[in-house]
């Protein structure tokens, strides 16, 4: 059972960064490629941005190209979303999931992980 462990939301104005970071449990978690999602109260859970684990390629929803990055430290172990210029509609809860092997990495689904999830608040 892999666990995942979110860290870095809170409270932040319009235009402002944060960086969220999901450090997994498993010794293998090179083997496991990582997504970010994020709910918003009333709203479905909406996929953030992912990173495969056999080569890296990342990949955005439309609402965060450009300002959002995805990565990952094997090394450490975690898996980061760097968040700039924050808007009021990012405001969400965000969830750090994981999936190992190959396959879709677009919806919830798609997932065999989860973490608790972090709050994100961007006022305006």
């Known amino acids: 059972q892999v666990q995942l462990v979110e860290s870095g939301g809170g409270l932040v104005q319009a235009g402002d960064s944060l960086r969220l970071s999901c450090a997994p449990s498993e010794r293998t978690f090179r083997r496991y490629s990582m997504g970010w999602f994020r709910q918003a109260p009333g709203k479905e859970r909406e996929l953030v941005a992912t990173?495969?684990?056999?080569?890296?390629?990342?990949y955005y929803g439309d609402g965060v190209k450009g300002r959002f990055t995805i990565s990952r430290d094997n090394a450490k172990t975690s898996v980061y979303l760097q968040m700039n210029s924050l808007k009021p509609e990012d405001t969400a809860v965000y969830y750090c999931?994981?999936?190992?092997?190959?396959?879709?990495?677009?919806?919830?689904?798609?997932?065999?992980?989860w973490g608790q999830g972090t709050q994100v608040t961007v006022s305006s």
């Open positions: 990173i495969r684990w056999s080569d890296g390629v990342t």
């Open positions: 999931a994981a999936r190992m092997g190959f396959g879709s990495l677009s919806q919830a689904k798609d997932y065999d992980y």
